[in-house]
């Protein structure tokens, strides 16, 4: 797997702003209904933070990417929310997930504004839960107030951890930054923590769905 990551690591520091670019990207396709439930925005930024150390990528600019798409993404959200009120919310494609969508609602109702601040950090609905307050009246101004801190927040969250580890273990061990394993092992690692966790989500979504339907009396 080294033999494979080493060479995708030089690209990226021969081409960084291909990075900057995927991060921007998948900080803003995870804020997108439905497709935000797909992509896995959050385990393609928690991994490429660990090219920071190396300086295959700067900080400052990984920052900013993951939060610009954010923004974008919330924002574009909420605005189909706001203009197509909720109607939107019984439209394709997210009448493909009415049980996600009746959690975002039900998390809006129970936190209201402070909703859109905790969602930033709650798979799946975080793909929801922006296009749901649009939809269901949250004035522009009160949406963003809370929004943009929350993102300010996120950012870092998932920014700085594979920042912090890989530069911890470089101290600890001694190693150069450049060529050292570390960076290998934390992608890995991020990649296969996410796969048993969606694995795991999936499993439980399946057996409570069944437990729904055998609880349906018949007819």
Known sequence: ??????????????????????????????????????????????????????????????????????????????????????????????????????????????????????????PPIRAFVPVTAGALGMAPAKFYTVNIPAILVWAPAHVLPGVLAVSALHQYFGQPHHGHPFKHVWILTVVAVTIIGGLGVWYYRRRQNAVVAAAKPPG
């Open 1 to 122: 797997m080294t033999s494979f990551l080493d060479p995708l690591i030089s690209f990226v520091a021969a081409h960084p702003w291909l990075g900057y670019l995927t991060l921007f990207l998948a900080a803003l396709l995870e804020a997108v209904p439905v497709v935000g439930s797909v992509v896995p925005g959050s385990t393609i930024i928690l991994a490429l933070s660990a090219l920071v150390p190396g300086g295959e990528l700067k900080l400052p600019f990984v920052l900013l990417a993951a939060a610009f798409g954010a923004v974008l993404g919330d924002g574009s959200a909420y605005w189909i929310g706001h203009r197509r009120q909720r109607e939107i919310l019984n439209t394709w494609p997210l009448t493909n997930y009415p049980r996600v969508v009746a959690e975002s609602e039900s998390f809006f109702r129970r936190f209201g504004t402070w909703a859109v601040f905790f969602a930033r950090f709650v």
